[in-house]
C-alpha cells in the first residue's frame, strides 16, 4: 500500500460492494508445525487481517466472503474460528464459502474448470448476501 512504484490507486472514493478471499492454503503445513500454537497464530493473524480490511475501506459491514479449497481444506477450522471471533468482537461481516470438491488441473491447483467450478459455488453465496436477483 505505502510502495510509490505501485500502480494500483489505493485512494479510492468508495469502499468495495465485498471482499473475496481465499487464504491458507500455502501457509498450512509447507514443512512447519500445525499444532496448537501454530493454529492459534494464524487465526490470530487472520483476524487481524479481516479487521484491517474492514478499517482499511472504513467500512465496519463490508461482506468479506472467506474461502477454503480446493486444494486442501485443512486449515477450514482455524478460518471458521477466525470468522467467528471476527464477527463477534469487531462485527465483521463474514461469510464461508467451501470450495471443496472443484476439479484440479495435472499440477494440483484449479485449472480453467476449477475456477468455473470456484464460480459456480461461490455465485449463489456472494449474490444472497448482496441481494442480486440474477
Known amino acids: 500500500v505505502t510502495d510509490p512504484t505501485s500502480t494500483y490507486n489505493w485512494t479510492l472514493t468508495a469502499p468495495p460492494d465485498a471482499i473475496l478471499l481465499n487464504l491458507g492454503t500455502?501457509?498450512?503445513?509447507?514443512g512447519h508445525d500445525t499444532g496448537p500454537?501454530?493454529?492459534?497464530?494464524f487465526t490470530a493473524a487472520y483476524v487481524a487481517f479481516l479487521v484491517k480490511l474492514t478499517q482499511r475501506h472504513n467500512s465496519?459491514?463490508?461482506p468479506i466472503f472467506c474461502g477454503v479449497g480446493p486444494i486442501t481444506n485443512a486449515?477450514?477450522?482455524s478460518v471458521l474460528n477466525a470468522m467467528e471471533?471476527?464477527?463477534i468482537k469487531y462485527g465483521v461481516?463474514?461469510?464461508?464459502?467451501?470450495?471443496t470438491g472443484a476439479p484440479l488441473d495435472g499440477c494440483g491447483h484449479p485449472g480453467v474448470k476449477g475456477h468455473q467450478a470456484m464460480f459456480e459455488i461461490a455465485r449463489p453465496i456472494?449474490?444472497?448476501v448482496l441481494n442480486w436477483n440474477n
Open 26 to 30: 500455502n501457509d498450512w503445513g509447507h
Open 37 to 41: 500454537t501454530w493454529e492459534a497464530a
Open 60 to 62: 465496519p459491514q463490508l
Open 75 to 77: 486449515y477450514s477450522k
Open 85 to 87: 471471533e471476527a464477527k
Open 93 to 99: 461481516m463474514t461469510h464461508y464459502i467451501d470450495y
Open 126 to 128: 456472494i449474490a444472497s
